[in-house]
């Protein structure tokens, strides 16, 4: 599966983005979709996940309240709404993806358990 990121930019703090992933390839409902970031001089980390249908969402614990995941399997596209956003959440945004097998909240949070990635798109945030 191919995924391309966009919506990225510059943004002032309390201020909001919405990215977009967009896939191509092989069966999109059949993929956990996560998002994650990259800010500098760190690493890569986890930011949401949402399974196949939608059903099951799960945020981390510095982005849970402000940011939300979402998914339309019929455009084969997962979003990540960024409200209220601080000056630490400036990074590279990466989608995502794993077949979904059920895997445990470990497996989902967990960078090296998704094979395919975007290539990223910045996000900064201005105080």
């Known amino acids: 599966v191919q995924l391309v990121e966009s919506g990225g930019g510059l943004v002032q703090a309390g201020g909001s983005l919405r990215l977009s992933c967009a896939a191509s390839?092989?069966?999109?409902?059949?993929?956990?979709m996560g998002w994650f970031r990259q800010r500098p001089g760190k690493e890569r980390e986890f930011v949401a996940v949402?399974?196949?249908?939608?059903?099951?969402?799960d945020h981390a614990d510095s982005v849970k309240g402000r940011f939300t995941i979402s998914r339309d399997n019929a455009k084969s596209t997962v979003y990540l709404q960024m409200n209220s956003l601080k000056t630490e959440d400036t990074a590279v945004y990466h989608c995502?993806?794993?077949?979904?097998?059920?895997?445990?909240?470990?497996?989902?949070?967990?960078?090296?358990?998704?094979?395919?990635w975007g290539q990223g798109t910045q996000v900064t945030v201005s105080s």
């Open positions: 995502a993806a794993q077949w979904f097998l059920g895997q445990s909240r470990r497996r989902l949070w967990d960078v090296s358990e998704y094979p395919y």
């Open positions: 390839g092989r069966t999109f409902s059949g993929y956990n």
């Open positions: 949402i399974t196949p249908s939608g059903g099951t969402t």
